[in-house]
């Protein structure tokens, strides 16, 4: 399968031309992504969902992470990059919807598959305020184990060190027909994509303005 391509950018995103995912990352060229958090209410409490990466994937496999994201591909708007919430939740939705939060700036290496990576990202995040039970959902197998829920200040206070641990209900695939099981655990702040916690904590904190 082709290598994806990406719009890449310079230090003050301007733009230097396409490059594939693996130079992109190589030579640590930004790019952009989308974020996209889903949040509901409940009488007086405010519940945020979250996703659990694969397994399989290239990095940081079998992390929990942002209900939905993904990159840009070359050519791509932000408005096109929703596009995401249908492939990885099943779960549809106009741009106009989604709640501007914040737009980020992300730098960090590592090594995957024992070649390093610089990994130079500006992403876009947005709210989305949605009912759709999770066992409605229809999770994309090859990007997403599961989807989780939990209340969003005992979530922030995870991330601010308050809480050890937080409890989450949630569904998980449980065959090759994509079927969900439904399941509660235990989660702690380790156990979520290596971030900055201001990232978290702001993010989160902004969803309370999501109506």
């Not at 596009?83 to 501007?100: H, K, N, W």
């Not at 999770?139 to 005992?154: F, N, R, S």
Request: hydrophobic share 40%.
């Amino acid at each position: 399968m082709a290598d994806e391509l990406f719009d890449i950018y310079d230090e003050q995103l301007r733009p230097l031309g396409t490059a594939t995912r693996a130079e992109t990352h190589a030579k640590g060229y930004w790019h952009r992504t989308f974020h996209c958090w889903l949040t509901r209410r409940e009488e007086n409490r405010r519940f945020v969902r979250f996703q659990l990466r694969q397994a399989g994937k290239d990095t940081n496999p079998g992390c929990f992470d942002i209900t939905a994201a993904g990159h840009l591909a070359a050519g791509e708007t932000i408005r096109e990059a929703m596009r995401e919430l249908e492939e990885e939740l099943g779960l549809t939705a106009t741009f106009e919807q989604l709640i501007p939060l914040a737009q980020i700036r992300e730098d960090v290496s590592g090594e995957v598959n024992g070649m390093l990576f610089i990994d130079r990202e500006v992403s876009d995040v947005f709210g989305l305020v949605s009912e759709v039970p999770l066992t409605s959902l229809r999770l994309q197998p090859e990007e997403v184990a599961g989807v989780y829920e939990t209340d969003l200040d005992e979530l922030i206070a995870l991330f601010e060190g308050s809480l050890a641990s937080v409890q989450a209900t949630g569904v998980e695939l449980s065959g090759q027909d994509g079927s969900l099981a439904q399941v509660q655990r235990s989660v702690q702040a380790s156990q979520f994509v290596p971030r900055d916690f201001s990232y978290y904590t702001s993010v989160l904190r902004a969803l309370h303005g999501c109506t």
